[in-house]
Each structure stands twice: as structure tokens, then as C-alpha cells.
């Protein structure tokens, strides 16, 4: 095993709060000669990239369905070339310790959907890298939702290169005692009228903590671009930890960035309401925290893969842990 150093803050702050990075043990895989994109384009950092081995190449212009059991690393390249519109689906199970990187190449006017479902147990530990190239026009969409685990590591980091290149971020997740996520997602506008819109929905009890780093860069030459992030986060037990780290960083003037957080704990009238009608308070919180979840599986577009979302869920609040 060896200690690897993951999701570093672009713009570190104070030490002593606890939030620049993540350190966490790794199988020690020898490096790979092997190149999952731009290397350079990572959220988790370069030395996680340089651990990823069995890397396969996803191009054309058709929708790709992925069922992933991961025991150590695997690596995709999907080129989105001009024009094309590609959906990939992920869904991911884990066993042990699990790296997966992904590195998006979205060429001019073309389309690229992922989605990643992952799904985690009690011993895995899930690494888990975007990267994306955008250009001109280009629209990256990518879809995440995080059914547990006991320590997950995800970001992406999105280069919006192009003139009108586009992002859009869409989060959800569920946690329970015992279980970590670590996100270090970062958008770096440098395109004339880029776009990016991040949303991250989020359940946390028992003793669960989650950290979320989201920074949007508006740097020199991005014009006219236009960037946003928010997260909502639903508090269900008193021993959870949550982390919420909203940056803009700017050395552009024509530009416009905004981000927010809402974080708190179901109000008191809705349970009121809602258990007053019968339904027990168990059951309020798991209708409330749930539609956050489902709505975000019902986008998906997959009906397979829309099922086993739901019914992994499902799993996850029969779980003593919730």
C-alpha cells in the first residue's frame, strides 16, 4: 500500500481547516505507460493518473452502456469528434480499493452525456477522475450519483477552451455512518461566453462526512463567460460532517460567477405536515431525502440502469446504517 495525495484545492487555504486535500492509501500498481488523455486535465492529480492501467477508447457517434466491476484501475478515453452526439453510462460497483479515470474529449458542436452511477460497500475505496476538453461550442453534460462507500474520492475538472463551450454538472448523494465522499470538482473558463452550471443534492446521517470543493476559474481571454455552482445538503443526524468549500477565482473582467450552499436539517413544519397526516417521521425523512435522489436517477435516460439505481437505493435505506 502506499499514501497518495488527492484533490488539491486550486487556491489552498488555511491549514488548519482541514479542506485542501485528501490523503488516502492505494495499492502500490505499478505506473502505467499507458495515456488516459490529457493527463494534465485531472481533479485527483497527476500521480493518481499515472496509476492507471487498461485504458479502452470510446469514439463514433453512438450511446454506450458500461456495467463496471472494478478490483483495481481501468481508464476510458471517449472522443466526442465534431458534431457527434454520444451518451456513455457508467454503472460502477466496487470491490476493495477501485480506480477509475475518465478523460472527455468533446470536439466542435458535438454532445457528450456521461453518467455515473456508483455504487460502494463497506470496504471499498473508490477513486474516481473526470477530465474534459471542450471546444468550440461543445457541450460536456455529466451526471453523478453516489450511493456509499466507505471512502470515496470523485472530481472533475472541465477545461472550457472553446468559444461558447459548455458544462453542466449535475451531483446527487447518500450517505451513512461509516462513509466518506471526498468531490474536488473544478471548472476552468477559458473560452470567450463559456458556460457552467454545477448542482450538487446530498443526503447525509448517522456519522457520515462529505466534503465538496467547487471553484470556478475565470481566466484571461474568457469574455463574457458565465459560471454558477450550488449545493444542497439535507442534515438528517447531529454526528454528521459536512464540508462545503465554494471558490471564484477571476483574472478576467467581463464575467459573471456565482455559487451558494444551503445546508441545514428538515424543517419542523414539513414534518409537522406531513406526520399529522399519518406518515410516520421514519418515513417523512425517507420520503424527503429519497426524491432528491430518485429525481436525479430519472434522468437518466436508461431504463436498466435507472432500475438498478433505484433498487441499489432502496438497498441503501434497509441498511441499519440510515
Known amino acids: 500500500m502506499k499514501e497518495i495525495l488527492l484533490n488539491r484545492m486550486p487556491a489552498p487555504t488555511w491549514n488548519r481547516l482541514d479542506i485542501n486535500d485528501i490523503t488516502v492509501q492505494i495499492p502500490d500498481i505499478p505506473h502505467s505507460t499507458q495515456q488516459c488523455g490529457n493527463t494534465a486535465i485531472t481533479a ?4 493518481f493518473c499515472g496509476s492507471i492501467g ?6 463514433g457517434n453512438e450511446n454506450i452502456n458500461i456495467a463496471l466491476e472494478i478490483g483495481q484501475s ?3 478515453t471517449v472522443h466526442a469528434d465534431k458534431s457527434a452526439d454520444i451518451t456513455v453510462i457508467m454503472y460502477i460497483t466496487a470491490n476493495g480499493s477501485a480506480l477509475l479515470r475518465t478523460f472527455a474529449d468533446v470536439r466542435e458542436n458535438a454532445r457528450l452525456r456521461l453518467v455515473q ?3 460502494g460497500n ?3 475505496i473508490i477513486l474516481n477522475d473526470v477530465g474534459a476538453d471542450i471546444s468550440d461550442s461543445g457541450k460536456f453534460d455529466i451526471t453523478q450519483i453516489f450511493l456509499g462507500g466507505k471512502c470515496t474520492v470523485s472530481g472533475v475538472c472541465a477545461e472550457l477552451n472553446g468559444y461558447r463551450s459548455d458544462l453542466s454538472c449535475s451531483i446527487g448523494y447518500l450517505l451513512g455512518s461509516g462513509e466518506l465522499l471526498d468531490i474536488n470538482n473544478t471548472v476552468l473558463h477559458k473560452g470567450k461566453k463559456s458556460l457552467s452550471h454545477t448542482d450538487v443534492k446530498g443526503v447525509l446521517s448517522g456519522d457520515a462526512k462529505k ?12 469574455s463574457g463567460a458565465v459560471g454558477s455552482e450550488n449545493e444542497d445538503v439535507l442534515l438528517m443526524d447531529e454526528n454528521v460532517v459536512n464540508k462545503t468549500v465554494p471558490v471564484i477565482l477571476c483574472s478576467e473582467e ?10 441545514g436539517r428538515l424543517d419542523d413544519d414539513v414534518i409537522y405536515y406531513m406526520t399529522s397526516r399519518g406518515i410516520p417521521e421514519e418515513a417523512v425523512y425517507r420520503i424527503i ?18 432500475e438498478r439505481a433505484l433498487e441499489a437505493l432502496e438497498r441503501r435505506w434497509k441498511n441499519a446504517a440510515l
Open 122 to 124: 463497506n470496504d471499498s
Open 74 to 76: 481501468r481508464g476510458y
Open 254 to 263: 467581463d464575467v459573471e460567477g456565482a455559487h451558494g450552499a444551503s445546508i
Open 289 to 306: 431525502s429519497g426524491s432528491r435522489l430518485e429525481g436525479l436517477i430519472h434522468s437518466i435516460g436508461d431504463a436498466e440502469t435507472e
Open 44 to 47: 485527483l492529480g497527476s500521480e
Open 117 to 119: 452511477v456508483i455504487v
Open 211 to 222: 466534503t465538496f470543493r467547487g471553484t470556478i476559474d475565470f481566466r484571461n481571454g474568457s
Open 54 to 59: 487498461n485504458v479502452t477508447t470510446i469514439s
